[in-house]
């Protein structure tokens, strides 16, 4: 089942603009933000200080990381798991390698 995407307002680095993400998404943002201590405003404004293109893209992407590093349990689509772990920001962003690269960074 298609996720619907949702545009919300959130304040990024003090100035106010709107993001579209499917729902799915929004629901994991938040829960990384929880298990961070942080509002999801706080944890948009990390990403953005990080990204180098669509902000909407580099959520999405950072999402995608903490769910390939294990980092997120939690309720999507209403299916209960344990609570997750969310590595840090700046880790996740240093995997971002082209497969190739890694491969060969492997090998040396």
Excluded at 16 to 40: G, H, K, M, P, V
Excluded at 50 to 68: H, P, T, W, Y
Aim: charged content about 25%; hydrophobic content about 45%; aromatic content about 4%.
């Amino acid at each position: 089942m298609p996720s619907a995407v949702k545009k919300r307002s959130v304040v990024v680095s003090g100035h106010r603009t709107s993001i579209s993400l499917e729902r799915a998404f929004w629901d994991c943002l938040r829960d990384i933000a929880a298990q961070r201590d942080l509002t999801i405003n706080q944890l948009v404004s990390e990403i953005d200080a990080g990204r180098a293109g669509n902000l909407s893209s580099a959520i999405r992407v950072f999402v995608l990381r903490c769910a390939m590093a294990g980092a997120i349990r939690g309720e999507i689509d209403g299916d209960a798991a344990e609570p997750f772990r969310v590595p840090d920001a700046a880790r996740l962003a240093d995997r971002g390698q082209p497969a190739a690269q890694a491969k060969s960074d492997q090998r040396t």
